[in-house]
């Protein structure tokens, strides 16, 4: 009996320290990968400049989508228009611990020296939309900006010929974006001598009221207007009411970003074309940058550009003529809008 329980007793501290090992063996296996998990992780700040217009909606949906899918955590937030929300969201994302950021400037010039600091600190930079200037920045996602302007005002002539007088309302003075279009614009129009311009005005907020109440004050002084080429689709809707209001119908209006209300008002026969500027492209490929550069490789890239500082990687997404011949292959087609949304049910 002795020798029975001394067997019975060694095998039972057998498995006992069997027991041992092998949740010690567990906790530390978890443990460890737990920890290599959260340190390989790849964490990204995106940050837009606004949420106002309607196409940012579209941004942030299809950006989170994209990370998740490949595996990235995402710290997401807009600035509302302000650069001091946006410096202040800067300073937040530096806390957490970010390793990439993805973000479309307030002010394309202002965030030169909080940009710098992040960078020097070893986290990426992408701008998304609007370049960053005089600032080391790793990549640069945008649409092709330019096009759309140079398809604005190719279309603006086809349709008055070759004399006119027109307008440009264009957004911010220090954003990319508006330079971008509004150089496009140009491109085209200064190559007839007959089209006469009346000006390039400014709108820091990209909003209606405020090209409404620029066209308002510009009818008081001429109603010689033949085109009118807009930044954005809510730059256009403004003065698409201003010239309305004045009875002037046969006025060339043009808008870029393809919102909902400017399709129902090209197949209304208020506005002649808008440029679609793709949303899910753009947000997209902006997330699969990330995961490359995490990856340590390099993205295929259109240019470089140089912002002031560096010759910035760019990557330029194609835009689309939308107009009442277009529209359905370009807009209802891929479900940028449906035709039930467009046409009215």
Not at 41 to 49: D, K, M, N, P, S
Not at 230 to 254: H, P, Q
Not at 318 to 345: F, M, N, Q, W
């Amino acid at each position: 009996m002795r020798f029975y329980c001394r067997e019975n007793e060694s095998i039972i501290s057998y498995l006992a320290n069997l027991l041992y090992f092998s949740i010690t063996l567990f906790f530390f296996i978890f443990y460890f990968f737990d920890s290599v998990s959260h340190s390989d992780e790849v964490t990204v700040g995106f940050i837009l400049a606004t949420e106002k217009e309607e196409r940012y909606k579209k941004d942030k949906m299809f950006f989170l989508d994209e990370a998740e899918k490949l595996g990235m955590k995402v710290f997401y937030d807009h600035a509302d228009n302000s650069i001091q929300r946006q410096k202040e969201l800067l300073t937040n994302l530096e806390a957490k611990g970010i390793k990439f950021l993805v973000i479309q400037p307030v002010d394309s010039s202002l965030l030169s020296s909080e940009i710098q600091k992040l960078y020097s600190k070893g986290i990426k930079i992408i701008a998304y939309d609007r370049i960053i200037y005089d600032a080391d920045i790793d990549f640069f996602v945008t649409h092709d900006s330019r096009m759309v302007g140079i398809i604005q005002a190719q279309e603006a002539v086809k349709y008055v010929g070759d004399k006119g007088n027109y307008v440009i309302l264009a957004g911010g003075k220090n954003h990319s974006v508006a330079k971008q279009i509004t150089s496009g614009n140009l491109l085209v129009l200064d190559k007839y001598p007959g089209m006469k311009r009346l000006g390039i005005f400014y709108h820091e907020n990209w909003d209606e009221k405020e090209s409404y109440k620029t066209m308002k004050e510009l009818l008081k002084k001429t109603k010689n207007i033949d085109v009118v080429l807009a930044n954005n689709s809510s730059l256009i809707r403004g003065a698409i009411r201003a010239l309305e209001e004045e009875g002037m119908k046969n006025v060339f209006t043009a808008g870029a970003d393809a919102d909902l209300e400017n399709c129902r008002l090209i197949i209304k026969g208020k506005q002649n074309i808008d440029v679609l500027k793709p949303i899910e492209p753009l947000a997209r490929t902006a997330a699969r940058v990330v995961y490359s550069l995490s990856q340590g490789r390099v993205p295929q890239y259109n240019e470089k550009m140089n912002n002031g500082k560096v010759d910035v990687k760019v990557i330029l997404i194609p835009v689309h003529l939308v107009s009442i011949s277009t529209i359905d292959e370009v807009i209802i087609k891929p479900g940028i809008h449906s035709r039930e949304a467009i046409y009215g049910k």
